[in-house]
């Protein structure tokens, strides 16, 4: 089982999108995949349709009572893809944890009661809290998605300075899975003269797949399904399917 955080402080650069479309593909080839909503926000939840009144168990009780993850993952309509919910509470939930035994393991010790599965994808809300790191603490990887536009890299050096102080003082496992860069334009010299910085800067650790600005992604969650089963073969989908295909490979590289 990998536990992927999908994570970057940035607000509104992809990061529910890359969740719901990257496990869905991967769900598609045969994997097993879970979700876990961990953004009070709830997008990923209402991105499948998700009713309110039916989020419980949610991301929010599984961190105080590790137990409850045994039956907290949801069916989603994609076969094989799971997901836990989040509800509003969860916003408040930093607060109540301070103080509090083991307060950034909270979501580790709920994981090792989940369904087994071959990935597990947490969506972060976008800030660098306790909910993120609980996150990153929990995980193998952090997958980052950054936006092809001006400023794309500002704050990404606070959050690998985050994942590097993990690495060091609380989880030793935690990698950087990689950059995904999204709302790509090839129309928009900017977008491609971003796309080069960023390519230079991290090198290896961007994937070559990006994701295109395409409207079918933005359309699909309002109907509460994720894109690749709203158009299967818009640009958006198929590029999530290929960056599916580039993950799979570069795990069994490194295995
Ligand atoms: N490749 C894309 N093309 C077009 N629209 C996109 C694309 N990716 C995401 N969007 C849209 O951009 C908005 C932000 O995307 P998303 O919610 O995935 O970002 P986020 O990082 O999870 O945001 P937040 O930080 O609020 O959680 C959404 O309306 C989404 O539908
Ligand atoms: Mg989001």
Known sequence: MRVISVANQKGGVGKTTTAVNLATALAATGKRALIIDFDPQGNASTGFGIPRDKRQPSSYDMLFDASLAATAAQETLVPGLSIVPAVDALAGAEVELVGEENSA???????RNLPPVDYVFIDCPPSLSLLTLNALVASDGVLIPLQTEFYAMEGLSQLLKTVEQVRARQ???????????????KRNRLSDLVAADVRAALGARVF???????????????????????????????AYMALAREMMGTAAKAA
């Open 105 to 111: 393991g909270r979501l580790k010790a709920a994981i």
């Open 171 to 185: 989880n030793p496992r935690l990698d950087i899975e990689g950059v995904v860069l999204t709302m790509h334009d």
């Open 208 to 238: 070559q797949t990006m994701i295109p600005r395409n409207v079918r992604l933005s359309e699909a969650p309002s109907h509460g399904i994720p894109a690749l089963l709203y158009d299967m073969r818009c640009p958006g989908s198929e």
